[in-house]
Nanobody, 128 residues
């Protein structure tokens, strides 16, 4: 079983920056994509960004393009989400995901997967 440990959330003013980290441990597949989803109170779980094992395939939801940057660590079991120019609408709990079959949902307009937004996650709050 794979364990995902998210960190880096917090409170920031609009226009500010935060960086999230996620480490995958346990019985990870030999290769896997990693990504981020988020869920705001009263809203559905939504895809934010994903990065392939090689780091060459990267996807963002439209609302974060140009503001967020996802990357993969050198050891491959870590992903980072650099969030700049944050807006109040970015306020949500952010959840990390790792999967060796990401194609159907770890992309913009992919399959709806509410089960991804479960667990502890890391809270991001952007004040106006």
């Amino acid at each position: 079983q794979v364990q995902l440990i998210e960190s880096g959330g917090g409170l920031v003013e609009a226009g500010g920056s935060l960086s999230l980290s996620c480490v995958a441990t346990g019985r990870t597949p030999s290769t896997y994509a990693m990504g981020w989803f988020r869920q705001a109170p009263g809203k559905e779980c939504e895809f934010v960004a994903s990065v392939s094992w090689s780091g060459r395939m990267i996807y963002y939801t439209d609302s974060v393009k140009g503001r967020f940057t996802i990357s993969r660590g050198d050891l491959k079991n870590t992903t980072y989400l650099q969030m700049d120019s944050l807006k109040p609408e970015d306020t949500a709990t952010y959840y990390c995901v790792a999967d060796d079959h990401p194609a159907r949902y770890m992309v913009p307009t992919g399959d709806f997967r509410p089960d991804v937004c479960r667990g502890q996650g890391t809270q991001v709050t952007v004040s106006s």
